[in-house]
């Protein structure tokens, strides 16, 4: 066997092996996992909190109000309202009240009021997941095949 033939045997297999991963991962994809749309609605308010924290210490204010308005709409998904709990649900009520407070601080140009705002929306998230990890069990592990899990349980 030369070593072209070789080479296209094995570009072949690498090719094939490639399209059985390919298709085997659109079929699971399909699936649609409510832990995965919460995962995801997670990622994108870390996405939202990076753009908003890269706009304050640049003193970028399109950049605060993109990733507050941004903020706000995740806050409004109905996926992300996934929990009946009253104190959950006042954790979402109260980011969503600082992302629309951290984007009216940005139209005005006020550093000092978005950083405070900020400041204010990132412990709304941390004392959201203290309860959740704490008292809710609102994700179970056992059933989620993610790298990051938003909201850890017991």
Not at 59 to 85: P, V, Y
Not at 126 to 142: F, P, T, W
């Amino acid at each position: 066997m030369s070593m072209t033939q070789r080479w296209l045997l094995v570009t072949t297999g690498v090719l094939l092996i490639a399209g059985v991963v390919s298709a085997s991962s659109e079929t699971s994809k399909s699936e649609a996992d409510p832990s995965d749309q919460q995962a995801a609605l997670m990622l994108a308010k870390l996405a939202c909190s990076q753009k908003i924290t890269n706009g304050l210490v640049t003193k970028d204010f399109q950049e605060i109000h993109r990733g507050a308005t941004e903020l706000s709409r995740i806050c409004e998904a109905t996926a992300w309202a996934s929990h009946n709990d009253p104190v959950y649900a006042h954790h979402r009520t109260e980011l969503r009240k600082q992302a629309q407070k951290l984007a009216k601080m940005a139209e005005e140009n006020n550093l000092d009021g978005a950083t405070y705002s900020y400041m204010h929306s990132l412990n709304t998230c941390i004392n959201c997941h203290e309860y959740c990890r704490d008292v809710l069990s609102v994700i179970d592990d056992s059933k989620v095949n993610l790298k990051v899990v938003p909201i850890p349980s017991n």
